[in-house]
């Protein structure tokens, strides 16, 4: 998944996912062992993905949907005590935008349609489940064929009643709407009249 805004006219956007296809490694990379897990002396250079969603036009000696993804570097800064004294540092941090997700938040997967999803709906720890996150959860997939859910959730969870905050504001949206259709009704028929 990745984590960070990279190219939003391209929808490689935070949260949108893929599969890593291959890794390139940097050309100063010593040779590597024959081993299953290897420490690597320098970040790769860039990472191929195939996203699962993307407006990228197809890249010259790459498939279609596959881009590389390089590194990105954050500055920041910590204020640290030296010798009894606060003092600035500045820290650079270098790393691949993307996190590897075999799950994620509701909010991480607004706007997206997965092929399959698997949909864990239990209350969470802080008690903090809405009918809200329940819309975004199980809107995320193509149709009831793809769609699982975890037990054990609580049937009550489904008869909730909306946040009565909330509701006025609809009403007053509701409200704001037919006002609208009105004003713009009364200043038509005034054009067409004047035209005449």
Not at 32 to 58: A, C, E, F, G, W
Request: proline share 6%; aromatic share 8%; with cysteine.
């Amino acid at each position: 998944m990745v984590t960070q805004n990279v190219e939003t006219d391209l929808d490689i956007t935070n949260s949108a996912h893929g599969t890593i296809v291959d890794i390139i490694l940097d050309k100063d990379e010593p040779p590597l062992p024959d081993k299953n897990i290897m420490n690597l002396v320098h970040l790769p250079s860039y990472i191929l993905v195939q996203l699962n969603r993307t407006h990228v036009t197809q890249l010259e000696g790459l498939p279609l949907c596959i881009i590389p993804v390089i590194p990105m570097s954050k500055s920041f800064t910590i204020t640290m005590m030296v010798d009894g004294k606060p003092q600035n540092r500045t820290i650079k941090h270098c790393q691949f935008p993307m996190t590897a997700a075999y799950a994620f938040t509701d909010y991480q997967s607004q706007g997206q349609t997965i092929s399959y999803v698997l949909v864990n709906i239990a209350l969470p720890p802080t008690r903090g489940l809405s009918l809200f996150n329940l819309y975004v959860a199980l809107l995320q997939s193509s149709g009831h064929s793809t769609i699982w859910l975890l037990w054990d959730f609580d049937d009550e969870t489904f008869k909730a009643r909306h946040n009565p905050e909330l509701l006025a504001e609809d009403d007053q949206l509701d409200y704001l709407d037919e006002i609208t259709k009105k004003w713009w009704k009364k200043i038509s028929l005034e054009e067409s009249r004047n035209r005449e």
